[in-house]
Each structure stands twice: as structure tokens, then as C-alpha cells.
């Protein structure tokens, strides 16, 4: 019984006082943030060069490597 009050005491102290639970932490590490991930450049003359710039973003809070980017 002594375990269960424990225990109890314990689950209160952590998520505090009126049973609410502790806020979620945002997570560490890179985190990529891209706003457009598609592009379709419609119908190219064979020849023609196509440009398009993607706005991509470190929103993390360690360094992000790009390691491999594939095209279609």
C-alpha cells in the first residue's frame, strides 16, 4: 500500500500539482523546412533550360546536411 501511495505522490510531482501533463518539447537535432517539395516544369523543347529556385530551411537547432537530392 505504502507503494501505491508512493507511486502516486511521485505522478503528481511530475505532471504537477493538478494532474495536468508537462508541455511537449520541441525536438533537437536539424530540421528541414521546404515550402514547395514538387515542381512540374510542364512540356520542355528538348534543348530548352529549365531554372527553378526551392526555398528550403534549417528550422532545427544543429546543422542540416542535404545528402542526397534525386530528380525526375
Given at each position: 500500500?505504502?507503494?501505491?501511495?508512493?507511486f502516486?505522490?511521485?505522478?503528481?510531482?511530475?505532471?504537477?500539482?493538478?494532474?495536468?501533463?508537462?508541455p511537449?518539447?520541441?525536438?533537437?537535432?536539424?530540421?528541414?523546412?521546404?515550402?514547395?517539395?514538387?515542381?512540374?516544369?510542364?512540356?520542355?523543347?528538348?534543348?530548352?533550360?529549365?531554372?527553378?529556385?526551392?526555398?528550403?530551411?534549417?528550422?532545427?537547432?544543429?546543422?542540416?546536411?542535404?545528402?542526397k537530392?534525386?530528380?525526375?
Amino acid at each position: 500500500m505504502k507503494k501505491v501511495i508512493l507511486f502516486v505522490i511521485l505522478i503528481t510531482a511530475v505532471c504537477g500539482a493538478d494532474g495536468r501533463s508537462l508541455p511537449a518539447q520541441e525536438p533537437k537535432g536539424p530540421r528541414i523546412e521546404v515550402k514547395e517539395e514538387h515542381y512540374d516544369a510542364g512540356k520542355v523543347v528538348q534543348g530548352e533550360q529549365v531554372v527553378h529556385v526551392f526555398d528550403i530551411r534549417n528550422a532545427g537547432d544543429e546543422v542540416l546536411e542535404i545528402q542526397k537530392v534525386q530528380t525526375s
